[in-house]
């Protein structure tokens, strides 16, 4: 009856181990896919394409090549981490933004990422910059930008938001990172190198990977900073004016402003 009593004992004690066993291994298993972003959905959104060769009129370098293949590269680097990835285009084709927006309105536990670079006609403007428009964007925007200005070797331009069209009717976060001016010859050649542009795509993903660990809280709209610099400069140019303009005054027509002040 011991022996039968010790055998028993011997039996639940083994089954504890294999349940506790079972039970690490499938939390681990949820942790790897917690980690991996298996269950989140990335639409990758290459700017342009097919007729629309994006830029300015002139331009050397096509940006919608540039944002294809960025986005692609970025493809197989989330892929490769676990996330389920969709791509509004994969090949030289056109495709409106209402197709786009659609695209990414028809996945739930989805984040949306729109490829671009920029141009001008100011050959000396350089920079990488960020957009969002809808609140729940800020966290993904903040980290993206992060990563991808930590990572590259132009100006930090800031994270905006703005209601560009694919930004502001996508039901999920969603954001639109410009990845330098092809309109600039330095960062025009960076875009041109293959290793630049995995760069870009890889500081992107973990910009996706760590959407959440960054906080939103230094976000600042360098746009309006700029134009409210603008704005002071303007008053106090104004005033410097009006200042060297009171100043040169003869001496003779202050005084006579004095008295008749005095006068009334």
């Given at each position: 009856m011991q022996r039968n009593f010790c055998g028993l004992r011997l039996s639940v004690g083994s089954l504890m181990v294999v349940l506790v066993a079972c039970s690490s291994s499938y939390?681990?298993?949820?942790?790897?896919?917690?980690?991996?972003g298996d269950s989140l959905t990335v639409v990758i959104d290459a700017g342009h394409g097919g007729h629309d060769r994006g830029g300015i009129p002139g331009q050397r370098v096509a940006e919608k090549n540039m944002t294809?293949?960025?986005?692609?590269?970025?493809?197989?680097?989330?892929?490769?981490?676990?996330?389920?990835?969709?791509?509004?285009?994969?090949?030289?084709?056109?495709?409106?933004?209402?197709?786009?927006?659609?695209?990414?309105?028809?996945?739930?536990?989805?984040?949306?990422?729109?490829?671009?670079?920029?141009?001008?006609?100011?050959?000396?403007?350089?920079?990488?910059?960020?957009?969002?428009?809808?609140?729940?964007?800020?966290?993904?925007?903040?980290?993206?930008?992060?990563?991808?200005t930590g990572g590259a070797p132009s100006a930090n331009r800031g994270v905006r938001r703005r209601g560009y069209y694919v930004l502001r009717k996508t039901a999920i976060p969603a954001v639109l990172v410009e990845c330098g001016f092809l309109t600039n010859p330095t960062e025009a050649a960076y875009a041109q190198t293959a290793s630049y542009r995995q760069k870009l795509a890889e500081e992107i993903a973990t910009g996706v990977r760590g959407r959440s660990?960054?906080?939103?809280?230094?976000?600042?709209?360098?746009?309006?900073?700029?134009?409210?610099?603008?704005?002071?400069?303007?008053?106090?140019?104004?005033?410097?004016?009006r200042k060297k303009k009171s100043s040169s005054k003869p001496a003779g027509s202050e005084a006579r402003s004095g008295s008749l002040n005095r006068e009334a």
């Open positions: 939390a681990a298993r949820a942790v790897r896919s917690s980690e991996s294809l293949d960025v986005a692609q590269r970025l493809r197989n680097v989330l892929s490769g981490a676990g996330y389920h990835v969709v791509m509004t285009r994969d090949s030289d084709v056109f495709v409106p933004l209402a197709t786009r927006v659609a695209i990414a309105n028809s996945y739930r536990n989805a984040i949306f990422v729109c490829i671009h670079f920029n141009a001008t006609n100011r050959m000396g403007a350089s920079g990488i910059e960020t957009y969002f428009y809808s609140r729940d964007s800020l966290p993904l925007a903040s980290a993206v930008h992060y990563y991808v660990s960054l906080g939103s809280a230094s976000y600042i709209d360098q746009t309006k900073v700029a134009k409210s610099e603008r704005h002071s400069s303007k008053r106090s140019h104004k005033k410097s004016a």
